[in-house]
Structure formats: C-alpha cells, structure tokens
C-alpha cells in the first residue's frame, strides 16, 4: 500500500474557482514531487520540491501553485483552471539527492474542470 | 537526455503464460532503470529496480527485470501470469536525482 496520501480523491471545480490539492507522506522523505497525468499516458512532471524548497518547475502555468508548509505536507493551489487542466493529479516522495532513489506514488488526485 | 522505449503498446498473454513486457533503454553514463505499474484508477506502484549489481532484479508480485548492458534493455518477466496482473506497465530512467523519463507505457491483458 502507497504510503503518500493526497486529499480528495476526487475533485470537479468550475473554471473560476480556487481548490486545493493535498499531500502528505510519512516515511521521512525530503524531495516531494508533482505531477499531472492525461488517460493511458505516462505522468508528466510538474514541480518538485527538495528539503522545501522548489527545486524544479517544469514551466507550469502560474494558475497552478504549489505550496510545500513542512517535509510532510506538499500542496498544489487551483485557480482559473481549463478543461484542458482535466486530470490525473499525482503526488509522489523519495529521498532527496541520488539517482537511485525509489520515488513513490500516491493514488492521486482526479480533477474535472467544468 | 536519459529515455526508455517500450516497443509494444498492448500485451496479451493467457493466465498461467510466461509475460513479458520489453523495454529499451538510452543512456550516457550508469543507468538507473525502474519499473512502474498502474491498476485501473489507480496511482502508480513501484514494481523493481535496477542500480546495480545483479542483472537479475527482483520486486513486488512475483515481477522480476533482467538488464541486459548489450543490448540496452530493462525487460519485465512473470513466469506464470495472473488476470489481476492485467494492468499498465511504465518503464523509466532516472534523468538526474529528481527527475524520471516514462515510456509510453504497455498495457497488460491477461486473459482467463
């Protein structure tokens, strides 16, 4: 069982609402990650965070905003989203630093935008 | 960059049949090559990797990866398949300590 927990399973907003995405894992990791993924595709890197701070964002639009309060806690704010932003939102966790670090997968996030 | 393909979109094998799903790999330097699966509606699990040592990796669910250096593959094998194995398969290289290139991913039927 996925020891990443994110929060809610599923989520329908309408595009001038601002929701949240939340994240919690507690195996001690220090690099948490983002990462958004369309039907039968592999997932697509959005930003990652390392000992808390943003250590990579892969161009996201600024109406996604990621948030990381603690090691525990990473979560990614909603706001004026497209259909298009319709998705597979997953969360994920490893040790920070060292290329063969396991990274670990929540059950992620489905999000309607309507 | 590091990438991997999976040359076949779908796998299909009849429960109790050897399944294999293929994966390729290009890379500079050492590899660091992970297998991933996704159950209907659900996130993705970790199956094995390799770092190094043994060519032979074994993980989760009887799931076992063979690396062949020679012929730059990191091919997934379950001697004896179940219809719960039926599933989607991402193959991945760790581009640097953060990031993981996917492949397209395969899709697993297991047939009864």
């Given at each position: 069982d996925t020891e990443v927990t994110q929060t809610p399973k599923h989520l329908v907003m309408g595009m001038t609402n601002k929701k949240s995405l939340k994240c919690e894992q507690h195996m001690g990791h220090r690099a948490m990650y983002w990462y958004k993924q369309k039907a039968k595709k592999p997932p697509e890197l959005m930003f990652v965070y390392s000992y808390e701070k943003l250590s990579i964002n892969e161009s996201?639009?600024?109406r996604f905003s990621p948030e990381c309060p603690n090691s525990s806690l990473l979560n990614l704010h909603l706001h004026a989203l497209q259909p298009e932003d319709s998705?597979?939102?997953l969360c994920a966790s490893s040790q920070a630093g060292g290329s063969g670090n396991t990274i670990y997968f929540g059950e992620g996030s489905w999000l309607t935008v309507v | 960059a590091q990438s991997v393909?999976?040359?076949?979109?779908?796998?299909n094998v009849a429960e109790g049949n050897p399944l294999t799903v293929k994966c390729t790999y290009s890379v500079s330097g050492n590899p660091y090559l992970f297998w991933y699966v996704q159950y209907p509606n659900r996130g993705l699990q970790f199956l094995l990797k390799y770092i190094t040592g043994d060519n032979l990796v074994k993980g989760s669910y009887g799931f076992e990866a063979e690396f062949n250096k020679?012929?730059?593959?990191f091919h997934l094998k379950k001697p004896s398949a179940l219809v719960s194995d039926s599933a989607l398969y991402f193959c991945a290289v760790r581009d640097n300590d953060y990031k993981l290139s996917f492949g397209a991913g395969t899709t697993v039927t297991v047939r009864a």
């Amino acid at each position: 069982d996925t020891e990443v927990t994110q929060t809610p399973k599923h989520l329908v907003m309408g595009m001038t609402n601002k929701k949240s995405l939340k994240c919690e894992q507690h195996m001690g990791h220090r690099a948490m990650y983002w990462y958004k993924q369309k039907a039968k595709k592999p997932p697509e890197l959005m930003f990652v965070y390392s000992y808390e701070k943003l250590s990579i964002n892969e161009s996201v639009p600024s109406r996604f905003s990621p948030e990381c309060p603690n090691s525990s806690l990473l979560n990614l704010h909603l706001h004026a989203l497209q259909p298009e932003d319709s998705a597979l939102y997953l969360c994920a966790s490893s040790q920070a630093g060292g290329s063969g670090n396991t990274i670990y997968f929540g059950e992620g996030s489905w999000l309607t935008v309507v | 960059a590091q990438s991997v393909a999976q040359p076949e979109d779908q796998v299909n094998v009849a429960e109790g049949n050897p399944l294999t799903v293929k994966c390729t790999y290009s890379v500079s330097g050492n590899p660091y090559l992970f297998w991933y699966v996704q159950y209907p509606n659900r996130g993705l699990q970790f199956l094995l990797k390799y770092i190094t040592g043994d060519n032979l990796v074994k993980g989760s669910y009887g799931f076992e990866a063979e690396f062949n250096k020679s012929q730059t593959s990191f091919h997934l094998k379950k001697p004896s398949a179940l219809v719960s194995d039926s599933a989607l398969y991402f193959c991945a290289v760790r581009d640097n300590d953060y990031k993981l290139s996917f492949g397209a991913g395969t899709t697993v039927t297991v047939r009864a």
